[in-house]
């Protein structure tokens, strides 16, 4: 058996704005390319320099030597999110489920209890759950019954 590699990180085109969110809920470094204008060959080469895997929903993208590509065909997202984890032998480990901020991309930050009741909701306040927030945007994040219902959307999709 091989040890398993680093977690691939990925890049995604603007096209495909869900499947890198979903890819940050299961816990990996997925960015992608915010509104139209950004030249694809542009984020090749982000992706190229920044060591990630390319999504891409252009089948006319020229292959680039020590660049990692996917060309998504799916249209749902749930397609999409199985192609990927396929072709890559993804094992998304769920004790890194929900440790980004699908927003920001970047890994939440555990706030103490007593920090965090005010920041949200009261009903949310009852929960026995740990709290976290995005250092960026501040978003605060918990588990609750969304967090259950994606699992669900996930285990269903044998994730
Ligand atoms: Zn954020």
């Known amino acids: 058996m091989t040890p398993p590699g680093p977690e691939p990180k990925f890049l995604a085109d603007s096209m495909l704005g869900k499947l890198a969110r979903w890819l940050v809920l299961l816990g990996y470094d997925a960015r992608y390319a915010h509104g139209a204008g950004v030249a694809d060959l542009e984020l090749l080469e982000a992706a190229h320099r920044e060591g990630r895997v390319f999504l891409t929903r252009d ?3 020229p292959a680039v030597a020590g660049l990692r590509m996917i060309v998504v065909r799916g249209q749902r997202f749930e397609d999409q999110l199985k192609q990927v984890q396929r072709e890559l032998d993804l094992k998304p480990d769920r004790k890194r489920l929900f440790t980004r901020c699908t927003y920001c991309n970047i890994a939440l930050e555990e706030l103490p209890r007593a920090a965090a009741l005010p920041l949200v909701p009261p009903l949310v306040r ?34």
Do not use: A, N, V
């Open 126 to 159: 009852e929960l026995q759950t740990p709290f976290f927030r995005c250092g960026s945007c501040k978003r605060m994040y918990w588990s609750g019954t969304h967090t259950d219902r994606t699992i669900k959307r996930l285990e269903k999709l044998g994730l």
């Open 59 to 61: 089948t006319k993208i």
